[in-house]
């Protein structure tokens, strides 16, 4: 089905190893974006792309980087993990930064646990 | 500080009932705004959304209403069925879309049967 697809969707990490987790779209969506959830706390942004070759900081870019290697994949990677990066990891797109009318569509998440 | 409130965590419901979720926000730039539905070990969904230029847009069971004057959203749910059971969040974006979505911590919508 076409979307947005996250790998892996489980992951434990220990304090101070890396890793990069993965999205991909098939949609030819030219935005793309990085969101963590956290218990109370809601959606927050970690970074975006709204284009191709364009990234920017969002609410809670500390300790981690992006990569958008092409129009379908935008990447996350946490250079050294701390428990206080547990969390879910939702990566979206949409076609462009407007998310009049439909917003943007979500990934089924990526449950990282930071040990 | 937080730009897009929704200030219950949690709503229980009967079954054929309606469920009210409401949203508040203190960016006056904000003019778009989105209801997104979320189930355990899902990603979110779009639900609806609204325009700041209207006060109300309505999908079948779902609308919302937009009280500009109030920087307060509100989602109606009518009826409330079992598998409306899910986390609604609240999202707003300003200058006719060109920034990110903002959103709210969400509340836990219950229906019961």
């Known amino acids: 089905n076409a979307g947005v697809t996250q790998t892996p969707k489980f992951q434990v990490l220990k304090t101070g190893q890396s890793m990069t987790l993965q999205c991909a779209q098939d949609m030819n969506h030219n935005s793309m974006y990085w969101y963590r959830q956290d218990p109370g706390m809601g959606l927050r942004l970690i970074y975006y792309s709204a284009s191709e070759g364009t990234t920017d900081k969002g609410e809670v870019p500390n300790g981690y980087n992006v990569s958008r290697l092409n129009k379908r994949e935008f990447s996350l990677r946490l250079e050294s993990a701390a428990p206080s990066q547990t969390s879910v990891y939702f990566c979206?797109?949409?076609?462009?930064?407007?998310?009049?009318?439909?917003?943007?569509?979500f990934g089924s998440g990526t449950r990282l646990t930071v040990v | 500080d937080q730009q897009v409130k929704q200030n219950s965590p949690s709503l229980s419901v009967q079954e054929g009932r309606i469920s009210i979720l409401n949203c508040d926000y203190t960016n006056s730039m904000f003019d778009y705004f989105l209801w997104y539905k979320k189930y355990p070990a899902e990603g979110p969904t779009f639900l609806i959304s609204i325009s700041s230029i209207k006060d109300k847009n309505e999908d079948g069971r779902f609308t919302v209403f937009l009280n500009k004057s109030a920087k307060h959203l509100s989602l109606h749910i009518v009826p409330s069925q079992p598998g409306d059971s899910a986390v609604y969040f609240c999202?707003?974006?300003?200058?006719?879309?060109?920034?990110?979505?903002?959103f709210g911590k969400g509340t836990r919508l219950s229906v019961i049967a």
């Open positions: 999202a707003a974006s300003e200058f006719g879309g060109n920034t990110p979505l903002v």
């Open positions: 979206a797109s949409s076609q462009s930064q407007t998310p009049i009318p439909y917003g943007y569509t």
